[in-house]
């Protein structure tokens, strides 16, 4: 890891990706990291009433803007090593949609800069979610919530 | 030629997801673009019915309302994202 002190990984994708692999790869080879606070987001089906989000993004803009939020996180909480992969695509109920993995020599960094990254990713990030019926329907455009909007402010 | 971009409904509204279009002197800022954009018809005027809600972006960063697009090599327009 010579020179490269706090890495940071940004992906999107449409596979899947194993937060296990993730974590090992930020870790791996270091012993000064004392806490890694994986956090997944899943896909709900809303008591029953969906069969699949889908996930549109802006190529390019989305990978940067993940990158940006997360050289902000580095320096606030002084990561050791910060992991962020959203999915795109058709995702079915119970499938990952986001990973955010934050290393830090002590926990309430690591639990932050996990918790800084989503609550910025949610509302600056440029992805959209569609929903899909589980009759079949097209469930038209998840609508941005204000409770997100709250949660980025109170790091403000 | 300006390209622009655009995202979930305001590309389904729209009916295209990009498009390269020569923009009047009198465009200066964001919000120019939005009115000029909403002049061209009816499924422009639709998409973007309530500007303040469309985000907008130069070169692929976030930008407000008022930020010029002198020079701009790609304007993205999009509602409020949701991902995560």
């Known amino acids: ?156 | 030629m300006t390209k622009l971009v655009y995202f979930a409904w305001v590309r389904e509204r729209i009916g295209k997801g990009e498009e390269n279009i020569d923009l009047p002197a009198s465009v200066k800022t964001g919000a120019d673009l939005l009115r000029h954009l909403k002049s061209l018809g009816d499924e422009y005027a639709h998409a973007l019915e309530h500007e303040k809600v469309i985000r907008i972006a130069i070169n692929q960063e976030h930008v407000e309302h008022d930020e010029p697009i002198l020079g701009a090599r790609e304007i993205a327009l999009f509602p409020p994202m949701t991902g995560g």
Not at chain 1, 37 to 48: A, I, K, P
Not at chain 1, 82 to 93: C, D, N, S, W, Y
């Open chain 1, 1 to 156: 890891m010579a020179g490269v002190s706090a890495p940071v990984i940004v992906r999107v994708q449409k596979d899947d990706f194993d937060a296990t692999v993730e974590a090992a790869r930020l870790t791996g080879g270091r012993t000064d990291a004392g806490a890694v606070v994986s956090f997944v987001g899943l896909c709900r089906d809303e008591g029953g009433r969906l069969s699949a989000l889908e996930l549109e993004h802006y190529p390019g803009m989305a990978e940067a803007e993940i990158g940006r939020i997360c050289q902000l996180a580095i320096a606030r909480f002084s990561l050791l090593g910060l992991t962020a992969i959203h999915r795109v695509g058709k995702i079915a109920p119970g499938e990952n949609i986001v990973l955010v993995i934050a290393v830090a020599p002590h926990r309430h960094a690591a639990f932050d800069g996990a918790s800084f990254v989503m609550d910025y990713l949610k509302t600056s990030a440029p992805f959209w979610k569609k929903e899909h019926f589980a009759d079949g329907r097209d469930g038209g455009w998840v609508d941005a919530k204000e409770s997100d909007d709250r949660a980025r402010e109170k790091w403000a």
